[in-house]
Protein backbone atom coordinates (compact mmCIF):
# COMPACT_ATOMS: atom_id res chain seq x y z
CA UNK A 1 0.00 0.00 0.00
CA UNK A 2 2.92 1.94 0.15
CA UNK A 3 1.38 3.32 -3.32
CA UNK A 4 -0.72 5.86 -1.42
CA UNK A 5 1.29 7.37 0.49
CA UNK A 6 1.38 10.47 -1.92
CA UNK A 7 -0.94 12.52 0.44
CA UNK A 8 -3.74 12.44 2.81
CA UNK A 9 -6.97 12.32 0.13
CA UNK A 10 -7.54 9.56 -2.28
CA UNK A 11 -9.85 10.46 -5.30
CA UNK A 12 -11.73 7.94 -6.71
CA UNK A 13 -13.02 9.41 -10.18
CA UNK A 14 -15.02 6.52 -11.38
CA UNK A 15 -18.26 4.71 -10.08
CA UNK A 16 -17.20 1.06 -9.38
CA UNK A 17 -19.87 -1.72 -8.10
CA UNK A 18 -17.48 -2.35 -4.42
CA UNK A 19 -14.31 -0.60 -5.00
CA UNK A 20 -11.46 -2.46 -3.39
CA UNK A 21 -9.28 0.67 -3.92
CA UNK A 22 -11.28 2.94 -1.51
CA UNK A 23 -11.38 -0.16 0.46
CA UNK A 24 -7.53 -0.23 0.68
CA UNK A 25 -7.15 3.16 0.57
CA UNK A 26 -9.25 3.50 3.93
CA UNK A 27 -7.00 0.87 5.27
CA UNK A 28 -3.98 2.76 4.66
CA UNK A 29 -5.92 5.78 6.18
CA UNK A 30 -6.61 7.85 3.55
CA UNK A 31 -9.78 9.68 3.42
CA UNK A 32 -11.38 8.18 0.08
CA UNK A 33 -13.53 10.78 -2.03
CA UNK A 34 -15.87 9.39 -4.14
CA UNK A 35 -18.49 9.36 -6.37
CA UNK A 36 -21.96 9.49 -4.65
CA UNK A 37 -23.08 6.07 -6.51
CA UNK A 38 -22.02 2.53 -6.36
CA UNK A 39 -19.97 0.67 -3.51
CA UNK A 40 -17.00 2.53 -3.17
CA UNK A 41 -19.79 5.36 -1.63
CA UNK A 42 -22.32 3.07 0.11
CA UNK A 43 -20.01 0.70 1.67
CA UNK A 44 -17.26 2.57 2.33
CA UNK A 45 -16.86 6.54 1.98
CA UNK A 46 -20.47 7.42 3.60
CA UNK A 47 -19.54 5.12 6.64
CA UNK A 48 -16.59 7.51 6.96
CA UNK A 49 -18.53 10.79 6.53
CA UNK A 50 -21.42 11.80 4.28
CA UNK A 51 -19.53 14.80 2.95
CA UNK A 52 -17.20 12.73 1.27
CA UNK A 53 -19.37 12.11 -1.71
CA UNK A 54 -19.72 14.12 -5.03
CA UNK A 55 -22.11 13.98 -8.06
CA UNK A 56 -19.63 16.26 -10.37
CA UNK A 57 -16.39 16.86 -10.63
CA UNK A 58 -16.48 20.83 -9.58
CA UNK A 59 -18.18 19.30 -6.28
CA UNK A 60 -15.28 16.60 -5.75
CA UNK A 61 -12.66 19.81 -5.82
CA UNK A 62 -14.32 21.81 -3.43
CA UNK A 63 -14.66 18.83 -0.75
CA UNK A 64 -11.00 18.32 -1.50
CA UNK A 65 -10.03 21.76 -0.87
CA UNK A 66 -12.37 22.09 2.14
CA UNK A 67 -10.50 18.86 3.61
CA UNK A 68 -6.77 20.71 2.60
CA UNK A 69 -7.98 23.79 4.36
CA UNK A 70 -9.25 21.58 7.55
CA UNK A 71 -6.48 19.74 9.03
CA UNK A 72 -8.18 19.44 12.24
CA UNK A 73 -11.38 17.65 10.22
CA UNK A 74 -9.06 15.80 7.77
CA UNK A 75 -7.13 14.18 10.67
CA UNK A 76 -10.43 13.30 12.07
CA UNK A 77 -11.54 11.93 9.15
CA UNK A 78 -8.47 9.69 8.71
CA UNK A 79 -8.66 8.27 12.11
CA UNK A 80 -12.24 7.12 10.90
CA UNK A 81 -11.28 5.86 7.60
CA UNK A 82 -8.83 3.29 9.55
CA UNK A 83 -11.91 2.58 11.80
CA UNK A 84 -14.28 1.31 9.24
CA UNK A 85 -11.71 -0.56 6.99
CA UNK A 86 -11.24 -2.59 10.44
CA UNK A 87 -14.26 -3.04 10.55
CA UNK A 88 -14.46 -4.70 7.04
CA UNK A 89 -11.47 -6.73 8.26
CA UNK A 90 -8.86 -5.03 5.51
Not at 10 to 24: G, N, P, Q, S, Y
Amino acid sequence: MSSFRSGPIKLMAKRLDFDIVTAEAAAAGLVPVVYRDGGGWTDIASRIDQSLGYASIEEAAHIVRSLLNDPGRLKALLARAREVAKVLQL
